[in-house]
């Protein structure tokens, strides 16, 4: 009993702690992009006279139009319902390039073609800054297919540059419902809700607590 308890108790201490650390570090993401959001719109002509980490989560108004280069993140659930996040490039009037989240749509019946419109040139989008970190996930080494639209499992910075071949933005635009192109908005700037976090810290130190108490329980009992 004494080497159980040796071996298990830091180990769900830290579980623990670490799902405490990860709520604050997801209540910290929401209330910046909460406070962020509320601010005025920006334009483009802005972003250089703002600092990059206080870009994040700013809504920003583009122009430009929308690039060949469309990927169809796959295994998007909505409503319990399959379907894709699609991801389009869009060159701007002063010519950067951005990767727009257009939001979800259903798979059934799905065609590219006629779903995914060409909106044209000189069209004006809004949408959230996010950063480009990832978006799905696959647990293998991914290769992109050649042609476009490009079904993937999961999107990143690195390997959209190396497939697209050229730079992009570091902030992915998540588009907001009523711009140009817009689909079915899902993104959110978290995975899980802080207290989901609390909520799985509580179940590892209570499952620490039923230990400590069995051990002292069959240390002192009599045989």
Do not use: C
């Not at 959001?37 to 920006?42: A, D």
């Not at 978006?135 to 992109?144: A, H, I, K, R």
């Amino acid at each position: 009993m004494t080497a159980f308890f040796v071996f298990f108790f830091p180990i769900l201490i830290y579980l623990g702690s670490w799902q405490v650390i990860r709520g604050l570090e997801k209540k910290d993401i929401v209330d910046q992009h909460y406070q962020n959001k509320s601010l005025p719109v920006i334009n483009e002509s802005d972003m250089p006279l703002i600092e990059e980490d206080k870009l994040t989560y700013r809504t920003i108004n583009l122009q430009g139009e929308f690039g060949p280069e469309s990927y169809l993140l796959d295994n998007r659930l909505y409503r319990q319902e399959a379907g894709y996040e699609v991801f389009t490039t869009f060159e701007t009037s002063e010519n950067r390039l951005f990767l727009v989240n257009r939001g979800w749509i259903s798979k059934e019946n799905f065609d590219y073609e006629a779903d995914i419109k060409n909106e044209g040139s000189g069209i004006s989008i809004q949408g959230v800054l996010s950063p480009f970190t990832r978006f799905g996930l696959n647990l293998t080494d991914e290769s992109y297919e050649s042609g476009w639209p490009k079904l993937v499992q999961q999107i990143d910075y690195e390997a959209t540059v190396r497939d697209l071949g050229f730079d992009i933005n570091s902030f992915v635009l998540q588009l907001s419902a009523g711009s140009v192109g817009a689909l079915e908005p899902i993104w959110k700037p978290v995975d899980l809700k802080p207290s989901r976090h609390y909520g799985y810290a509580l179940q590892w130190f209570g499952l620490a607590a039923v230990l400590i108490s069995s051990f002292f329980y069959y240390g002192f009992k009599k045989d």
